[in-house]
């Protein structure tokens, strides 16, 4: 399945990271995005009444939506709804009771292990705490799946691993350990990595929880240029929404177990319903524009 898809080869993925701008913030950085992501057409991950329970609790129910190739979708919701529970299903780690979930077309909850491994090398999630390896330094941290992949030559897996960190933010601490990081930057260390697997889709789940205001915009910046440059598909997971307001395309909004609201962003800020209209008066980080 894999072979039928178009590929990044090493060398587009080393120019194009290598061309980026050094620390851009939200919406300064403004290259056109590849073609695909111009188009948007091409549906990239969809859920389709999807419903999964724990024992005799339902978490989500017949929850659909779906992200188009080079977007970013914003997944939104009081903590406890399902977020993460969602992102799981994605990377296979949960089932769901029943449903569809579509990675570019291909039903994905019927794979078994091996199957589910193929996909998780196409969709690929950044962890809150980074789950970085703690006794490799960022570099080897960062090389890590490159070298997964077979990377062997080593002066290109060094050039591959440099763009990486510039792209991210992190150059300077490349022969650190992860201990010694800010949370800030363990998890910028952790998209390079995420990346280096060279994903389709990445996936984030409450990158800014814990990090001070900069370093989430800075964040914000990353994975918009991301997805402007690289053309990656992504799914954040937030509570943050001046964060998601940055960065969504469309956005997903669960309330008890359902999809309360899926469309875009505009739609979403712009709504007259009155539990949306809550939770946006409510989050902490809703500030009066000056
Ligand atoms: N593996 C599991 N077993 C049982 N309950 C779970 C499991 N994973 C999540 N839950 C429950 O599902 C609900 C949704 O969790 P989660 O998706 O983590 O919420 P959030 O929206 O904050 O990310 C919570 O009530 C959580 O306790
Ligand atoms: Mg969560």
């Given at each position: 399945m894999r072979d039928a898809l178009p590929q990044r080869d090493d060398e587009t993925f080393r120019e194009l990271s290598a061309d980026l701008c050094p620390d851009p913030l939200p919406g300064e950085c403004d290259a056109p995005a590849p073609a695909a992501a111009i188009d948007g057409q091409e549906e990239m991950i969809a859920f389709s009444k999807v419903s999964i329970s724990f024992g005799?609790?339902?978490?989500?129910?017949?929850?659909?939506?779906?992200?188009?190739?080079?977007?970013?979708?914003?997944?939104?919701?009081?903590?406890?709804?399902?977020?993460?529970?969602?992102?799981?299903?994605?990377?296979?780690?949960?089932?769901?009771?029943?449903?569809?979930?579509?990675?570019e077309g291909g039903e994905i909850t019927g794979l078994d292990e091996d199957g589910m491994q193929?996909?998780?090398?196409?969709?690929?999630?950044?962890?809150?705490?980074?789950?970085?390896?703690?006794?490799?330094?960022?570099?080897?941290?960062?090389?890590?799946?490159?070298?997964?992949?077979?990377?062997?030559?080593?002066?290109?897996l060094d050039a591959t691993v440099d763009s990486l960190l510039l792209l991210v933010g992190a150059e300077d601490v490349a022969d650190l350990l992860p201990a010694s990081l800010s949370t800030g930057r363990s998890r910028a260390v952790a998209i390079a990595r995420a990346l280096a697997s060279q994903p389709e889709v990445v996936l984030y789940d409450e990158p800014t929880t814990m990090v001070d205001p900069i370093i989430a915009r800075r964040l914000g910046g990353i994975i918009q240029r991301l997805k402007k440059q690289l053309g990656f598909t992504s799914i954040v997971v937030t509570h943050d929404m001046r964060f998601a307001e940055s960065l969504a395309d469309s956005v997903l909004f669960l309330h008890q177990g359902h999809a309360h609201f899926f469309g875009t962003l505009a739609d979403f800020l712009a709504s007259p319903d009155e539990v949306i209209r809550q939770f946006l008066a409510l989050d902490a980080y809703r500030l009066p524009k000056a």
């Open positions: 005799e609790k339902a978490i989500l129910e017949d929850v659909s939506f779906h992200v188009d190739r080079g977007r970013t979708l914003c997944i939104l919701g009081r903590s406890g709804v399902g977020k993460s529970v969602a992102l799981r299903m994605l990377m296979g780690f949960l089932k769901p009771d029943s449903g569809s979930i579509r990675v193929a996909i998780r090398k196409r969709v690929t999630m950044v962890f809150q705490n980074g789950a970085l390896f703690d006794s490799l330094s960022v570099r080897e941290n960062v090389a890590f799946p490159l070298r997964e992949r077979g990377e062997l030559d080593e002066s290109r």
